[in-house]
């Protein structure tokens, strides 16, 4: 089964401060995504990949950056955390071509900015 | 406004009854992803369609096949563990690759 693992789990930040989320895939996907998950939007898209080097905005880029150093590998940066930025992030990756061209999530990241 | 919108956002049934969720896409759609949302937070693909329909045990989702318009996912015979947040996600036309999801529903099954 494919994997797709997030890290930390749990992160507390404190205002204007940096913080990156990390996600590692072993799946060998080209495709890489952030979400976030607030409460009466569902999962929105911040940024996604479509390979290493490769960095596209999503549906709501202002306030983050991303990164793909590798294949494995996609970072998602806050340079200087809000309150607003509170929420539930969801690394995904995924692959056209494949069989069944799914979506594999990971287990999320619960950041509170305080 | 939104480009995949679900319902009804939220619903409530007693075990064993049946029920239906609903897509509905504001344009065409190349492909739909339906997930279940735990309590613990994970996101469980259920499904994926590029057209037509697939079943598996309780479960049957369906992709109109014609205009790309919505999809539906039925449950049968509800039991408990059936509860959680379902999703759609879809896909567009355009090729970039990138999922639009819709904002859930919330589905609670009593005794």
């Known amino acids: 089964e494919a994997a797709v693992t997030q890290s930390p789990r749990n992160k507390v930040a404190v205002t204007g401060g940096k913080v990156t989320l990390s996600c590692n895939q072993t799946n060998n996907h080209n495709n890489m995504y952030w979400y976030r998950q607030d409460t009466g939007h569902g999962l929105r898209l911040i940024h996604y990949?479509?390979?290493?080097?490769?960095?596209e905005k999503g549906d709501i880029p202002d306030g983050y950056k991303a990164s793909r150093p590798s294949q494995e590998n996609f970072s998602l940066i806050l340079e200087l955390a809000t309150p607003s930025q509170t929420s539930v992030y969801f690394c995904a990756s995924g692959d056209r071509g494949v069989s069944n061209e799914r979506l594999f999530f990971g287990h999320g990241t619960k950041l509170s900015v305080l | 406004g939104d480009q995949v919108e679900q319902s009804p956002s939220a619903l409530s049934l007693h075990e064993g009854t049946d029920s239906a969720l609903r897509c509905n896409f504001t344009?065409?759609?190349?492909?739909v992803q339906w997930f279940r949302q735990n309590s613990r937070g994970s996101l469980i693909s259920l499904f994926y369609l590029a057209s037509g329909t697939k079943e598996n045990g309780r479960l049957k989702s369906a992709f109109d096949s014609k205009e790309r318009r919505y999809s539906t996912l039925h449950i049968r015979d509800a039991q408990l563990e059936d509860s959680g947040t379902y999703f759609c996600?879809?896909?567009?036309?355009?090729?970039?690759?990138?999922?639009?999801f819709g904002k859930g529903t919330q589905l609670i099954i009593q005794p």
């Open positions: 996600a879809a896909e567009d036309t355009g090729g970039a690759d990138r999922l639009t």
């Open positions: 344009t065409t759609m190349r492909s």
């Open positions: 990949s479509y390979g290493a080097g490769s960095t």
